[in-house]
Nanobody, 123 residues
């Protein structure tokens, strides 16, 4: 299973970005997808997750109401729409998928990880 995250960049506070995660290597539509982030000097943390269908989503409190996770199973791609970005959103963002068909928000339940894409939000 391979995951390729893209879409990061340098933006100003209040701007928007959309991250993409292209998946290959197994039937994408059978598995949940999650987004996580890691800021310098901090542990990796949960950002958002969605079930295989995209009908159920969960968000960290810090991004609720600003970020939207979605997926297009026909394109084997998951997305993270990030709006009203804040400097504290600065981090490397990772997409991930579990090794089984369960639905999780904890990072240790995710087996496959993308390489990460850097998001920097200036004030």
């Amino acid at each position: 299973v391979q995951l390729q995250a893209s879409g990061g960049g340098l933006v100003q506070a209040g701007d928007s970005l959309r991250l993409s995660c292209a998946a290959s290597g197994r039937t994408f539509s059978n598995y949940a997808m999650g987004w996580f982030r890691q800021a310098p000097g901090k542990e990796r943390e949960f950002v958002a997750a969605t079930t295989w269908s995209g009908k159920i989503t969960d968000y960290a409190d810090s991004v609720k109401g600003r970020f939207i996770i979605s997926r297009d199973n026909a394109k084997n791609t998951a997305y993270l729409q990030m709006n009203s970005l804040k400097p504290e959103d600065t981090a490397v963002y990772y997409c991930a998928t579990p090794g089984d068909t369960g639905y999780y928000t904890r990072p240790n339940k995710y087996r496959y990880w993308g390489q990460g894409t850097l998001v920097t939000v200036s004030s």
